[in-house]
């Protein structure tokens, strides 16, 4: 009864290139959340979405950050020409319901250079 | 702006002692209340959730639940090293929205051997 998965778990890269993280929920579960975490920061919400629909996103930024969610597949979480402020962890979390308990992923913590 | 504010810390408490961990939440709309437990470099670990005002119980920790006071606090009882991390208090919002959980900024833990 695999978890939350998340890829990669580390990820470099350097300002202006694209970054894509990965997230597949738990089994059972189709309500898929994703935050982003800053040092000495909570966990800061940014979209929620089910299959191939995007529920909310008042907490992404407005430019370079888009997510998806299709029919078959992960969520990705995409990020285009980074900067170093992006640099954070970015967790994944997948509920059963909207809103019920979240379980998260182990993180994905991109560093920018 | 719904926010959930938890006290910074470091709370040090030793070891077989109760640790007590509290968090005061904007939105009265709120209906469920979450606490989750993150080492460092890990990601959050769902130890307790509460809907109703009152106490629950589950093993060591008790929440406890506020509305009329928009208080909610997790306590430890019997504390071990192991209970060391960061504790993170979480809030449902309200106004039929989608919007993920908010999250406070976390409370960090220290138990003395």
Redesign the interface.
Known sequence: NAGVMQNPRHLVRRRGQEARLRCSPMKGHSHV?W?RQLP??????MV?LQKENI??E??MPKERFSAEFPKEGPSILRIQQVVRGDSAAY?C?SSRL??E???????TQLSVL | QKEVEQNSGPLSVPEGAIASLNCTYSDRGSQSFFWYRQYSGKSPELIMFIYSNGDKEDGRFTAQLNKASQYVSLLIRDSQPSDSATYLCAADPSGGGADGLTFGKGTHLIIQP
């Open positions: 959340y935050y000495e920061e909570g966990l800061k919400f929620y529920i909310d008042s907490g967790f979390a909207k809103e308990k979240l379980f998260f992923g182990s993180g």
